[in-house]
């Protein structure tokens, strides 16, 4: 067990769905893989729409030190109001509140989110690497070179909190400034520039477009690929049958498409929620 938290329990929360059952497996794949690293005393799960609640989650956590860590993209409403709130650091509504609190002997971090965080960067090449590289598009063929290759970062977008947009474009931005790809873009599902606008945006001939979503559900699994051209009748057989992978590459409107899991099960994703805490655990 690492030392430097050896006596401290990570809590890692969740949003969960009555709906989707595979919306959970990225908080339940991230906590296994840092509880067989040993690096925190013990490891908890808790979600908004699924048991065990975020409400309840704590009582379980026996040590002096525990860090809260939310699997969300964004800050916003979840992250600012509804979790701190169900885990006692703040009352309805209320954004500014203390991020380390004592309670009943213990000292309580909430940490940011990890889509926030600068190394999801990462995360985010390492989906678009993993896809290419495992599907080049036939025996024998190299993958595209990233200097030929478009990426895409999408998101779902909304009028209603603009820091959903924020961290894609921020990411989008940092991607570009390396100067890997031909050409980074963020789109979205609900704001402009959409998704479907990529084939008109793009100017290189291969485009590789990540989901920028902790879990992949409905709009990775059927949403995305219709707006990306794929005919409504054959995802709808793919999601029946139980392989709704998109089936990397196609061609579309003259460009070879490259479609990507979301970067909730991303391994690089474990080291994304270590530094958090590490964040929260190094005073000022």
């Not at 595979?22 to 908890?44: C, M």
């Not at 939310?70 to 992250?79: A, E, H, R, V």
């Not at 690929?225 to 794929?230: A, I, K, S, T």
């Amino acid at each position: 067990m690492t030392p430097e938290f050896a006596d401290a329990t990570l809590v890692l929360i969740g949003h969960g769905s009555t709906l989707n059952a595979e919306s959970a497996d990225p908080t339940y794949f991230h906590a296994d893989i840092l509880r067989r690293r040993g690096v925190f005393a013990e490891v908890l799960t808790g979600f908004w729409k699924e048991h065990p609640t975020v409400a309840g989650v704590l009582r379980g956590a026996m040590t002096p030190r525990v860090f809260v860590v939310p699997l969300f993209i964004s800050d916003g409403y979840f992250t600012e109001q509804v979790i701190p709130r169900e885990l006692g650091f703040c009352r309805n509504g209320q954004t500014d509140f203390p991020r380390v609190q004592e309670r009943n002997g213990q000292r309580l971090h909430y940490c940011g989110p990890v889509g926030t965080h600068s190394s999801m960067t990462e995360v985010i090449l390492a989906r678009a690497r993993e896809i290419i590289e495992r599907n080049p598009g036939g025996p024998g063929l190299r993958p595209p070179a990233e200097s030929e290759t478009a990426l895409f970062i999408a998101g779902h977008g909304t009028s209603n909190n603009e820091n959903s947009r924020k961290a894609i474009e921020q990411q989008a931005a940092r991607i570009a400034s390396m100067g890997r790809y031909a050409e980074t873009h963020s789109v979205f599902m609900e704001e402009s520039p959409k998704i479907g606008d990529c084939y008109a945006m793009a100017k290189a001939p291969n485009l590789v477009m990540v989901p920028f979503f902790v879990s992949d559900g409905l709009h990775s699994y059927e949403d995305i690929p219709v707006m990306l051209g794929e005919p409504e009748g054959e995802v709808q057989t793919r999601l029946k049958s139980g392989r709704p992978t998109f089936p990397s590459p196609v061609t579309r409107q003259g460009k070879r498409v490259w479609y990507s899991q979301g970067i909730g099960t991303e391994p690089l994703l474990a080291e994304v929620i270590l530094e958090r805490v590490r964040e929260m655990a190094t005073p000022a």
